[in-house]
């Protein structure tokens, strides 16, 4: 009888131990993805900004035609440098499609930036041509974000 008791007693602490270890685990992966996602979320944040606060410049440029040639150079150059170092970051960081769009999006804002520090002002049609294919990059770019993160149309994550 003793024996008996000691037995399970054993396989009931070997039991309890495996499943705290199970629980341990799968608490540590669902944490270590939670992290993984916010980080994700800052930098895609982060990235958006800088593109957008680029873009922002390059328009403040294009609608000024009494701008200097060598100041819209500098200016757009300065605006667009933060860009450059998240978008090394968004190629270690991101999932392959998200890293596809945002240089996409990166190398439309580039070509937009060219444009502008050669002098094209916003009513013009290169201009405009420019703006469109950036915004339709960053259309694409913004929903591959949101995919990645598993975010929903309305704004819900699952």
Known sequence: MQWIT???TIVGAVIATGSAMLLDRQRWKRERVDRETQTRRTLYGDYLAGLSEARHACGN?????????SMRRTTAREA???CI???YQMTISAPG???EASEAAFRRLRD???RVMEGVLATDPVYLEG????D?????LRARMREGLRVSEDGAAP
Do not use: C, K, Q
Not at 61 to 69: S, T, Y
């Open 85 to 87: 170092g998240l978008r």
């Open 6 to 8: 000691l037995i399970s």
């Open 131 to 134: 703006r469109r294919t950036y």
């Open 97 to 99: 499609r998200v890293v």
């Open 136 to 140: 339709e990059a960053l259309a694409v």
């Open 61 to 69: 440029m294009a609608r000024d035609p009494d701008m200097e040639p």
């Open 80 to 82: 667009f440098g933060p």
């Open 112 to 114: 937009l930036r060219d």
